[in-house]
């Protein structure tokens, strides 16, 4: 079993930035791929980024492109996301989840509140 725990979210004014970490414990999550995803109220969750095993490959959502960026440790068994240029429309839970097999996310975190005043 992986538990995962988010962390960094909080209020933040629009054009800020925060840190999003998602710590893993219960296994390693090195063969893991891991993905950030957020949920706005009335709407349903969306993937904003995910990353490789390997920290290789990356994908982003349109929305997020050029502002957010997901790294990862493996070493510390942590993922984070870098928010950059914060806009309101990006208020929402922010979960991180990781997939053994690709696109099949098996693990979920508990979610991080994001929200940005305008």
């Known amino acids: 079993q992986v538990q995962l725990v988010e962390s960094g979210g909080g209020l933040v004014q629009a054009g800020g930035s925060l840190r999003l970490s998602c710590a893993a414990s219960?296994?390693?999550?090195?063969?893991?791929?891991m993905g950030w995803f957020r949920q706005a109220p009335g709407k349903e969750r969306a993937i904003v980024a995910r990353?490789?095993?390997?920290?290789?490959?990356?994908y982003y959502a349109d929305s997020v492109k050029g502002r957010f960026t997901i790294s990862r440790d493996n070493a510390k068994d942590t993922v984070y996301l870098q928010m950059n240029s914060l806009k309101p429309e990006d208020t929402a839970v922010y979960y991180c989840?990781?997939?053994?097999?690709?696109?099949?996310?098996?693990?979920w975190g508990q979610g991080t509140q994001v929200t940005v005043s305008s």
């Open positions: 989840a990781g997939a053994l097999v690709p696109g099949s996310y098996e693990y």
């Open positions: 219960g296994r390693t999550i090195s063969s893991y791929a």
């Open positions: 990353i490789s095993s390997s920290g290789g490959r990356t």
